[in-house]
C-alpha cells in the first residue's frame, strides 16, 4: 500500500492561543501514545517519509517528546509546527529529533502579533538561540497574509534577515474553520491582491528563501490524521471534515486519493520540504 510520503500528525487539537484566522476544528479526542506508535510504524512501513507534527499546539501534550523520538526512530523526517511559545522550556527534550521547525510571525514587532506581545517576545527568542549555532534545524518562518499585515511584508523581511532563517513561507489567509470564518471580512485578501504583494516583495532583492501559497493551491491538498487518530480532508470553508477512517482501514488511502487533488498535494509537499534540499549551514 503506497501511503502519501508527507502526513500531518495533530496529536491534540488544544491550543493556548485563539488565532483570528486559525483553521483548525476543536477535537476533544485525543488517542493514546501507544496508539500514535502503531499509526507511526503503519505509516512509515507503508510509504510515508516525513510528518508535520501540528494542532492544535502539539507541545501541549506532554509525551510530545516521545512521539517525535518515536518518528525519528523510524527513519523520518520531522517537521515541528509550533507557536513557539513552549518551545525553550522543551528544548533539551525534543530539539534533537526535529529536521525542520515551524515558527510564526504574522508582523513586524509586538505591537502586530495575532498571537499577542509574549508570543512575537518567544519567538524572537528562539531565532536568538538560534542564531550562533552551528548545529540547528533548519528554520521555516510562516506568515498568513489579511488585510491587516499586506502592508507590512517588507517590514517583516528586514526583521528576519536578522537571523539564520532557512525558508519563509508566505500564506494567503484562507477562509476555513470557524474562527477564520468569523473574521473572513476583516482578513481576506484576493488572489490578485496577494500575488501582486509578493512579485513587489521579490523585487526588492531581499537574499531571502521565500515561498508562497495561495488559497486555492492549498484545497484538499494535505493528508491529515486528527487527534482521534482518523484520516480526514476539510471540506468546506466552515472547516466541515470528511472523515475517511483509520490509516489502518482498507480503503482509506484509496478514498483519500480519489477525492484529493494529488498535484497540489505533490506541489505543497515539495515546498514544505524544501529547506532539507538546502545546503548545511
Partial sequence: MNFPELAILKPTSRCNQNCKYCYDVKNPCEISLDEIKKIISYISQNGTKSVIISGGEPLLREDIGEIMAEIKS?????????????????????????????????????????????????????????????????????????????NLLEDIAKLIRNFEIDVWKIYQFMPTGPLATKNRAALEIDERSFLEAIKNLKDKNLQL?????????????????????????????????????SVFEKGTIEEWKRITDLKSYKENSEKVLYPLSLEEH
Avoid: M, W
Fill in 74 to 150: 523510524k527513519g523520518l523526517n520531522v517537521f515541528l509546527d509550533t507557536n513557539g511559545d513552549f518551545f525553550l522550556d522543551r528544548l533539551n527534550e525534543i530539539e534533537r529529533n526535529i529536521d525542520i521547525l515551524g515558527l510564526p510571525l504574522d508582523g513586524p514587532s509586538e505591537e502586530f502579533s495575532y498571537r499577542g506581545k509574549e508570543n512575537f517576545q518567544n519567538v524572537i527568542k528562539i531565532l536568538e538561540h538560534y542564531k550562533s549555532k552551528k548545529e540547528r534545524p533548519k528554520i521555516r518562518i510562516g506568515t498568513v497574509v489579511t488585510k491587516e499585515n499586506i
Fill in 209 to 245: 528563501n521565500i515561498l508562497t501559497c495561495s488559497s486555492e493551491s492549498r484545497k484538499r491538498a494535505h493528508f491529515f490524521i486528527g487527534s482521534d487518530g482518523k484520516v480526514y480532508v476539510p471540506e468546506d470553508e466552515k472547516g466541515d471534515c470528511k472523515i475517511l477512517g
